[in-house]
């Protein structure tokens, strides 16, 4: 596959987009690089110079919304289910991450979203 580099900032975003929330726990820049048959270290400087950010973290911050979707649409799944899903084998590590980011636990997340669903 021989893309420029503004094609391939856009495909590696459609990509982690289109991950299915399934998949989400083995996205990573390595499934990326076999799916774009390029090396990792040349996705990476890619996209770092064609969007001035870092592709891991992108994959990353893409995993947390698709957590906080996940705990505002599925009040059956348990924090410890969705931090699964997303990748994280250690729910407490995935608690701390969210406290860190949005200020609130998962289950003050969660409980937000419960309390706009019933009221």
Partial sequence: M?????????????IIEKTPTKELKVLSVKKIS??????ENIIRKIYKKKRDFNLSKLIFY????????LM???NDL???EISK???YEKTEYFCLIIKKIFG???????????KKQVG
């Fill in 2 to 14: 021989n893309i420029n580099e503004d094609t391939l900032a856009t495909t590696i975003e459609k």
């Fill in 34 to 39: 076999n799916t774009v048959n390029k090396n």
């Fill in 104 to 114: 609130k636990t998962p289950s003050e997340i969660k409980n937000k979203y419960k």
């Fill in 72 to 74: 505002e649409r599925n």
């Fill in 62 to 69: 893409k995993k947390i919304q698709k957590a906080i979707i």
């Fill in 78 to 80: 348990s924090i410890k």
């Fill in 85 to 87: 899903i997303i990748g």
